[in-house]
């Protein structure tokens, strides 16, 4: 478990170490429930923005890298008059190794998208940035050697000069080589930041939904976070085929969120009670990237959907021990263990397990979470308990939020059980599954 969550955070992100210390994490990630649409909107507003910034500084670095090359171009011939075969041999292959690294082809050719390259490996991969850093390190030492060399001591003034160019030039080029890979590692925050907003425990109200959509309308045409953010929200209003648009756009991309986006394909097809495409998303996006938290997460959703709890509660138990992710998962576990209490009482107390420790990480408690510890009560026959949760989820909740409390209510009252549907959205769904 230790060498997943190790990989998790170096491949999602320095941001993954930041949550997994901080307590206030949770309350950095976004409206937690707001009944005002537009917190959720401003939201995406901030991360659109910022992302806006970050796109500006990949273009500076492109362009700077672009003007550095021309400049060493511009000084090859002088450079190659030198009387020193042994060094201008050694700054050469230098200068050559540097070139021929995979991160250099991407900044000469401005293709770059986040987290991949134009030739469509994932230079975002934690062996790939670990290569990165360990070669720009070992050739920032070697040019600093060749700077204080006995060799180019040797020379005249003028060849001296030339030399001193020539590395110092190759040392900008260096510099924004491990610029660019320090901006590789910022890319998947900004999934990190959209996730939160997307829905994923379907709790939005419907006014919510269409705040943040007329937000993410307006995204940059690169921004294939907030793509699959609204493809998300979408699925809960019933644009399915808007959102299915949109997820091709980010799979044609070929950044790597290419596994996300199969899973959130799956997702919208099983919306559309599309099976066998579903079965064939799933599968895609398993093969790409099957440890990638949102793949596991959308996973569980869709296996949930289909009463596969053996799917559902693993893949929701792995996220749980993230941080970033706990809070959300142990209610969706409460979920799971709700729906299986109603044939195995037993299952009642581990659904106010959890839900008790999801409590415990939420410092103002939201509708939501009286709403799940509500359910968590019922299923372990605490009634009257769960009856008073719901008040205090009524009195928090708005909109359509108040009368799914009032639903509960009435079905807990009745004494039967709540059907909880992992879908949930705001539109019908298409008739029988293909």
Known sequence: MRSLLLTWILTF??????????PMAHAQRGPQGSA???????????IQ??????????????????????????????????????????????????????????????????????TGSNTGSITAIQQQLLLQNRYMQDLNTAMRGEELRQLDAQS?????????????????????????????????????????????????IEAALEVLDQSNKEDYAGKLAAALLMDRVGRWTEA????????????????????????????????????????AAIKLDKANPYVRWLRARVAASQQQWAIAEPEWRFTSTLKPMELEARRALVLV??????????????????AQSAMELEPVPTWYAHFVLALALHAAKKT????????????KASDENVERCQQARETLAAGDFYAIDFLNGFADRPGEPE
């Open 160 to 208: 001296q000069s030339i030399v001193r160019s020539r590395v110092e030039s190759m040392q900008a080029q260096l510099k924004l080589q491990q610029e660019w890979t320090q901006w590789q590692q910022e890319w998947p925050k900004f999934m990190d930041r959209y996730w939160s907003l997307s829905d994923l425990e379907r709790r939005f109200t419907k006014s919510e």
């Open 384 to 395: 009257d308990e769960a009856l008073a949760e719901l008040t205090k989820a009524e009195e």
């Open 36 to 46: 005002d649409p537009s917190e959720v909107a401003n939201a995406i507003q901030k």
């Open 337 to 354: 263990h709700y729906v299986r209490s109603a044939k195995s009482p037993g299952e009642g107390k581990k659904a106010l397990k959890e």
């Open 49 to 118: 923005k910022d992302y806006a910034d970050f796109l500006a500084k990949r273009d500076k670095i492109q362009e700077d890298y672009k003007e550095v090359e021309a400049k060493l171009k511009k000084s090859d011939e002088e450079f190659q008059r030198i009387n020193s075969a042994g060094l201008r041999q050694q700054l050469s292959a230098m200068q050559s190794s540097m070139q021929s690294m995979q991160i250099a082809s991407v900044l000469r050719s401005g293709a770059a998208t986040g987290g991949q390259d134009n």
């Open 244 to 283: 299915l648009d949109l997820v091709d756009e980010v799979l044609k991309a070929g950044t790597s969120l290419g596994g996300v986006a199969q899973m959130t394909k799956s997702l919208l097809m099983t919306s559309l009670n599309k099976e066998r495409d579903a079965k064939q998303a799933l599968q």
């Open 13 to 22: 992100g320095i941001s993954a170490i930041g949550a997994l210390q901080s």
